[in-house]
C-alpha cells in the first residue's frame, strides 16, 4: 500500500505560482494512478488533475486547465502540481490520492489513500 505526504503549500499572492508535491512510500506506487484533489472553505472537495502511472494519460478539472501541471517521478516516489497564475479562487486544503491499482476513476470517492493535506492561500 501507499503511503503520501503534501509538502509545498503556502500563502502567495494573486498571479503568483507554487509547486506542491506528493511523496508516497509503499512497492505500489509505480503502478498507482495519482491525483490531486483539493477542498475550499465550505465546499466539497473536488477533482484537480490525475496522472497515470506512466505518465501517459493526464486530466485536470476545467477550472485548472492551462495554469496547472501534474507530473510524476516513479524513481523518486513523487508526483508533483505546479501551479501558475494562481486566483483566490484556488485557496484550499490540497490533497494527494493514490489508486494501488492502477485504475482510471476520477470521482473523489474510490481513491484508497489519502494525504493529510496542504494548505494554499491566495491572496488578492
Known amino acids: 500500500q501507499v503511503q503520501l505526504v503534501e509538502s509545498g503549500g503556502g500563502l502567495v499572492q494573486a498571479g503568483g505560482s507554487l509547486r506542491l508535491s506528493c511523496t508516497a512510500s509503499?512497492?505500489?506506487?509505480?503502478?498507482?494512478?495519482m491525483a490531486w484533489f483539493r477542498r475550499a472553505p465550505g465546499k466539497e472537495r473536488e477533482f484537480v488533475a490525475a496522472i497515470s502511472w506512466n505518465g501517459e494519460r493526464i486530466s485536470y478539472a476545467d477550472s485548472v486547465q492551462g495554469r496547472f501541471t501534474i507530473s510524476r517521478d516513479n524513481a523518486k516516489n513523487t508526483v508533483s502540481l505546479q501551479m501558475n497564475s494562481l486566483k483566490p479562487g484556488d485557496t484550499a486544503v490540497y490533497y494527494c490520492?493514490?489508486?494501488?491499482?492502477?485504475?482510471?476513476?476520477?470521482?473523489?470517492?474510490?481513491?484508497?489513500?489519502w494525504g493529510q493535506g496542504t494548505q494554499v492561500t491566495v491572496s488578492s
Open positions: 490520492a493514490a489508486d494501488s491499482a492502477g485504475r482510471w476513476v476520477l470521482s473523489v470517492s474510490g481513491w484508497d489513500r
Open positions: 509503499g512497492r505500489t506506487f509505480s503502478i498507482s494512478t
